[in-house]
């Protein structure tokens, strides 16, 4: 199984790779039914989860709805944390993940858009670096795991601020290596192979380190940050799997 999911991950285009996951989730939960793991975004309960990643982690993947730790527990942080499943809001969100999406778009408080540059789940397609909508005219952003993947990220976050509303919040989750005090990046490093070796994936352009929230403020955003996995605690963080060590990064735009 490990290296099957390896394989898929590093040679399937991520079009295909999200249709293919339908009739693979099908599967596999029936095959991982159990209760020693819990997984709160599809509230089912496995065996274990599945392994994942080109660096396999092991107990990662929900069979069900295919959250990874990251996603559960950015779940639970928006339940537990924010007005997104309350309150009236219009919400961007840019490359939409699977397990999310679904349940997202049947929130009737939610005035409910997706955007990618070419998943087949988003209603538009467009470049970050110059984003084809007006300004201020989102509450809710949610763009995770796309800032190590373009050109200019500084240029992202400023046409992502310049989309939201005044007091607009927005969750843009990176890769975040927290041994780095720096972000790493450097443009001459193109080859796929040299890239996975120094960014850890083939198609990052850059590794971010401990500097990110800045990065973000410099962009115009202010920045809260919460370790939401620890104030959960061991006993939820080990049965729903959730990456103890992660921030939360929640980035706001200065009011008018």
């Known amino acids: ?11 399937i285009p991520r079009p295909v790779l999200i249709r293919f996951s ?14 020693k793991v819990d997984c709160p975004v599809c509230e089912n309960s496995f065996r274990k989860f599945l392994p994942y990643g080109i660096v396999i982690r092991e107990n990662a993947l929900c069979p069900a ?26 919400f961007l969100h840019v490359a939409p993940e699977q397990c999310f999406h679904p349940r997202f778009k ?20 467009f470049d970050l670096h110059d984003i084809p909508l007006e300004d201020n005219q ?28 005044p007091g607009g919040k927005a969750i ?12 790493y990046e450097d443009p001459n490093i193109t080859n796929p192979a040299e890239r996975e070796k120094h960014f850890l994936q083939k198609d990052h352009v850059r590794l971010y380190g401990n500097d990110y929230p800045q990065r973000l403020e410099k962009a115009g955003f202010k920045v809260s940050a919460f370790s939401f996995a620890q104030v959960l605690g061991k006993e939820k963080t080990e ?3 959730l990456p ?10 200065p009011e008018v």
């Open 138 to 165: 989102y509450d809710f952003l949610m763009c995770n795991h796309v800032m190590e993947h373009v050109e200019d990220d500084h240029q992202v976050m400023k046409e992502i601020l310049r989309i939201l509303k």
């Open 172 to 183: 843009l989750q990176v890769p975040l290596d927290n041994s780095l005090e720096e972000t």
């Open 239 to 241: 049965k729903f799997k």
């Open 65 to 90: 709805c295919l959250s990874l730790e990251r996603h559960r527990l950015l779940w639970l942080f928006l339940k537990e944390e924010t007005d997104l499943f309350s309150n009236k809001m219009t």
């Open 106 to 125: 049947k929130l009737e408080n939610l005035d409910y858009i997706t955007a990618d540059l070419e998943s087949p789940m988003a209603d538009m397609h």
């Open 22 to 35: 339908y009739l693979f989730s099908r599967i596999m939960r029936v095959w991982y039914r159990g209760d």
């Open 1 to 11: 199984m490990k290296k099957l999911i390896r394989f898929l991950i590093r040679t």
């Open 244 to 253: 103890f060590d992660e921030v939360i990064f929640l980035a706001s735009k």
